[in-house]
């Protein structure tokens, strides 16, 4: 199989995991160790999370949320890609939009995911 299909195969796992609000689903397209980075404006600090230690609460699947997500960009240079990870959120009959950079690593078997730095891109009324 090629880099190209096998990245969208856990990318598409990690989408619908999330989606679904299957947090087990989402986590196994992650290598164990997968870093969530974000800026924390308040503190002007960088902020690090494991995947496995940044899953919301179970009650998020009691909100009426729904997420769509759709792949921008993939790059591949051997066992390392990037891929722009464009989602849709609708909440409250609000739209946001956020943009995942997510970097993978190829290990022994499979395409990973090793980090994640989001950003919102927008929100519409």
């Known amino acids: ?8 195969e856990t990318i598409a796992t990690y989408v619908e995991g999330v989606k679904e609000f299957n ?10 160790d997968g870093i969530k980075i974000s800026y924390n404006t308040e503190d002007d600090n960088l902020e690090m999370l494991k995947m ?3 899953r919301p609460s179970e009650k998020i699947k009691d ?3 729904h997420q ?3 792949i921008e960009l993939i790059d591949v240079t051997n066992t390392a890609a ?6 849709v959120q609708v909440f409250q009959g609000k739209h946001k939009h956020y943009i995942d950079y997510l970097s ?7 395409w990973k995911i090793a980090t994640k730095v989001s950003a ?6």
Do not use: G
């Open 1 to 8: 199989m090629d880099n190209i299909k096998e990245i969208k």
């Open 23 to 32: 947090f087990i689903k989402a986590e196994s397209a992650w290598f164990k």
């Open 52 to 54: 496995l230690d940044s």
């Open 63 to 65: 909100l009426d949320i």
């Open 68 to 70: 769509e997500a759709n």
């Open 82 to 87: 990037i891929v722009i990870l464009h989602w």
């Open 104 to 110: 993978l690593l190829k290990d022994k078997n499979r």
């Open 120 to 125: 919102i891109k927008e929100i519409d009324a």
